[in-house]
C-alpha cells in the first residue's frame, strides 16, 4: 500500500524568507504524480503544484517549486518569498498511474506559520 | 472556487441517525471522489465513482454508502451515526477516471459533520 509521510507537524518562517516541507512516500510502481496542496483555514483544499514521476525536471509555479528525488522517493516543496496568504496547513498527496482507481494518498499535513 | 459544489456545509446531528451529503462536480467531469478528514488528520480517501459506476474503494464503513447519478452529481450516505464520525467529508472531481493521465483532482469545499 502506498504512505505518505510528512514529519513536520509544523514549520515557520519569517515573510520574504524561504522555507521547505518535507514529505516522502512509498511505493513499489514506476509511474505516479505527485501534488501539493494547501487547505488555509477556510478548510478549501486548494491545488499548489503537481510533478510527474517520469519527469526528471522539477516543476515550478511562481514562487513554489519542488525538489522531487526519485530514487529517494522524496517530493519537497520550497516556497520563497514567502507571504501571509501562504499561512495554511500543506498536505503532500501521491496518486497511482492507473485506471483500475487513482485515489490520493496523502500525508498527514504540515502547519505552516508566517512570521510578520 | 474550484467548480464543485457540496451541501449542506454544515450539519448537526445525534447518534444513531442517517444523512445525505451531496457533491456536484465540475462540468464536464466524470470522475467523483469522497474523502474524510477528521480532526488534526490527513484526507483518508473513501469512494470513487465514474460516470455513475463504483471504480474504487478505500476505508469506508459498512455504514456508509454513495452513489452517482445520471447528471452525475453524487451522494454520501451516513447511517447509524456515531461520535467519531464527526469530520469534514470532501469530495473531489476529476475528468476522467485518472489512469495515465495528468490529472488533477478538484474539491469543494467540504461538509462538515458533527455528530452528538
Known amino acids: 500500500a502506498q504512505t505518505v509521510t510528512q514529519s513536520q507537524p509544523e514549520m515557520s518562517v519569517q515573510e520574504a524568507e524561504t522555507v521547505t516541507l518535507s514529505c516522502t512516500y512509498d511505493t513499489s510502481e514506476s509511474d505516479y504524480y505527485l501534488f501539493w496542496y494547501k487547505q488555509p483555514p477556510s478548510r478549501q483544499m486548494i491545488l499548489v503544484i503537481r510533478?510527474?514521476?517520469?519527469?526528471?525536471q522539477n516543476a515550478t509555479e511562481n514562487r513554489f517549486s519542488v525538489n522531487f528525488q526519485k530514487a529517494a522517493k522524496s517530493f519537497s516543496l520550497k516556497i520563497s518569498d514567502s507571504q501571509l496568504g501562504d499561512a495554511a496547513m500543506y498536505f503532500c498527496?501521491?496518486?497511482?498511474?492507473?485506471?483500475?482507481?487513482?485515489?490520493?494518498?496523502f500525508g498527514t499535513g504540515t502547519s505552516l506559520t508566517v512570521i510578520p | 472556487d474550484s467548480g464543485v459544489t457540496q451541501t449542506p456545509k454544515h450539519l448537526i446531528t445525534a447518534t444513531g441517525q442517517r444523512v445525505t451529503l451531496r457533491c456536484s462536480p465540475r462540468?464536464?467531469?466524470?470522475?467523483v471522489y469522497w474523502y474524510q478528514q477528521s480532526l488534526d488528520q490527513g484526507l483518508q480517501f473513501l469512494i470513487q465513482?465514474?460516470?455513475?459506476?463504483?471504480?474504487a474503494k478505500g476505508n469506508i464503513l459498512e455504514r456508509f454508502s454513495a452513489q452517482q447519478f445520471p447528471d452525475l452529481h453524487s451522494e454520501l450516505n451516513l447511517s447509524s451515526l456515531e461520535l467519531g464520525d464527526s469530520a469534514l467529508y470532501f469530495c473531489a472531481s476529476s475528468a476522467t477516471s485518472g489512469g495515465w493521465y495528468q490529472e488533477t483532482q478538484y474539491f469543494g469545499p467540504g461538509t462538515r459533520l458533527l455528530v452528538l
Open positions: 510533478q510527474e514521476a517520469y519527469k526528471q
Open positions: 462540468s464536464g467531469d466524470l470522475s
Open positions: 465513482y465514474y460516470n455513475g459506476e463504483e471504480r
Open positions: 498527496a501521491y496518486r497511482r498511474a492507473s485506471n483500475t482507481g487513482n485515489q490520493f494518498y
